[in-house]
């Protein structure tokens, strides 16, 4: 196994990073904020702009599971951003992140609890 399989540093510190991969890390990272954005959008309207003939528990639980996952991608955006970074510099291995499944699970969990809402 290489050192750069096993993910050790294989570089100098002081060689610069591809400005391109560089790029790339910074439009996923405002990707993730426009994610965030858009479930927060989602929760508000949820919350306080949708005519939505739901119980006040109903809409609570959706609203408040778009918020907390907007709120949990704001975090984890700028750290994994930095993690990248980091790591790109050193030339080491990403490690996967399961916040994309999560937030696809999240989603599609609203999707069916909006549809189920509105069937019921």
Not at 63 to 85: C, D, E, H
Not at 93 to 117: Q, R, W
Request: charge should be neutral; charged fraction near 20%; include cysteine.
């Amino acid at each position: 196994m290489s050192s750069k399989e096993r993910g050790e540093d294989t570089r100098a510190t002081d060689e610069p990073v591809d400005y391109r991969f560089t790029l790339a890390n910074e439009r996923t990272f405002l990707a993730w904020v426009r994610t965030a954005l858009a479930l927060l959008a989602g929760a508000v309207a949820v919350l306080h702009l949708l005519p939505l003939d739901w119980d006040e528990g109903p809409r609570m639980v959706v609203g408040l599971l778009l918020a907390l996952l907007a709120g949990v991608i704001t975090v984890y955006a700028p750290l994994r951003w930095y993690q990248v970074q980091k790591i790109m510099s050193r030339g080491g291995l990403l490690k996967l992140s399961m916040l994309p499944l999560i937030t696809t699970f999240a989603v599609g969990t609203v999707c069916v609890l909006v549809l189920l809402g509105n069937l019921l």
